[in-house]
């Protein structure tokens, strides 16, 4: 698993979401694909690109020498929890979200998808043909609004 798969999986769980679940998913996004970790071998490392693109903040949410007063508070990497916890555009972040891989991130973000948000319909990416496949039949309604 990639972080571009990663990153369309919550694309794709956009499609036909309502605007609060398209808020929720920008959460686990900006906690996710911009600022998250991962475990290898019992050790975090980044993933997120704004993490990775800061080497201050790098250090701040990576290093063990961080004194004590400053250290950030690091949680399991729940989609449900991210999609509601709040995050500084300006400093470092208070709070990060650790997978065990990003194969699991994956997985979790993909259940969560499945059975938090209410959405028409469900899409997957064929990358053999590089289409979206829906699962049902989907009505464009004209003017918005049904």
Same mark, same amino acid.
């Given at each position: 698993?990639?972080?571009?798969? &990663?990153?369309?999986?919550?694309?794709?769980?956009?499609l036909g979401a309502s605007d609060d679940d398209i808020e929720k998913l920008a959460?686990?996004?900006w906690h996710s694909v911009e600022f998250g970790l991962c475990k290898e071998d019992g050790v975090k490392k980044a993933y997120g690109a704004g993490l990775l693109s800061s080497f201050g903040e790098l250090e701040y949410a990576c290093?063990?020498?961080?004194?004590?007063?400053?250290?950030?508070? &690091?949680?399991?990497?729940?989609?449900?929890?991210?999609?509601?916890?709040? &995050?500084?555009?300006?400093?470092?972040q208070p709070v990060y &979200?650790?997978?065990?891989?990003?194969?699991?991130?994956?997985?979790?973000?993909?259940?969560?998808?499945e059975e938090a948000l209410s959405r028409p319909f469900y899409a997957v990416h064929n990358s053999q043909n590089d289409t979206i496949h829906i699962d049902r039949p989907v009505r464009r309604i004209k003017g918005g609004s049904p």
């Amino acid at each position: 698993m990639t972080l571009p798969t &990663f990153s369309q999986e919550i694309g794709l769980a956009s499609l036909g979401a309502s605007d609060d679940d398209i808020e929720k998913l920008a959460h686990c996004y900006w906690h996710s694909v911009e600022f998250g970790l991962c475990k290898e071998d019992g050790v975090k490392k980044a993933y997120g690109a704004g993490l990775l693109s800061s080497f201050g903040e790098l250090e701040y949410a990576c290093s063990n020498d961080t004194p004590e007063d400053e250290t950030p508070e &690091f949680l399991p990497w729940n989609p449900e929890v991210a999609a509601r916890t709040e &995050f500084p555009i300006t400093t470092y972040q208070p709070v990060y &979200f650790v997978a065990e891989s990003l194969q699991d991130a994956k997985q979790r973000m993909r259940r969560y998808c499945e059975e938090a948000l209410s959405r028409p319909f469900y899409a997957v990416h064929n990358s053999q043909n590089d289409t979206i496949h829906i699962d049902r039949p989907v009505r464009r309604i004209k003017g918005g609004s049904p």
